[in-house]
């Protein structure tokens, strides 16, 4: 069964930094563009970051390039976001995406809240 399960997130102070965790199981992640989204309250959800299935290439939003880092590591099937100079909009639920056979999954998503 394919499964994702989010991890890492807490409340962090402004230009903090918090690193994301997206353990994958059923299925070799390697072999999947993974996307990590964010929800806000009363906001939609959006893309924030991806990586490629071939070459590891990533994709950041504008809002979090120069300061957001996606990457994976294969041997543990796992993709992280390593999240720096945080600020107050960062602050949202997070969830890492796939999609397999024309249907997307979702984990459970992890709160990051960024606050003094």
């Known amino acids: 069964q394919l499964q994702l399960v989010e991890s890492g997130g807490g409340l962090v102070q402004p230009g903090g930094s918090l690193r994301l965790s997206c353990a994958a199981s059923?299925?070799?992640?390697?072999?999947?563009?993974i996307g990590w989204f964010r929800q806000a309250p009363g906001k939609e959800r959006e893309v924030v970051s991806c990586?490629?299935?071939?070459?590891?290439?990533?994709f950041h939003a504008d809002s979090v390039k120069g300061r957001f880092t996606i990457s994976r590591d294969n041997a543990k099937n796992t993709v992280y976001l390593q999240m720096n100079s945080l600020k107050p909009e960062d602050a949202a639920v997070y969830y890492c995406?796939?999609?397999?056979?024309?249907?997307?999954?979702w984990g459970q998503g992890t709160q990051v809240t960024v606050s003094s």
């Open positions: 990586i490629s299935s071939s070459d590891g290439s990533p």
């Open positions: 059923g299925f070799t992640l390697d072999y999947y563009v």
């Open positions: 995406n796939v999609i397999e056979g024309g249907k997307g999954y």
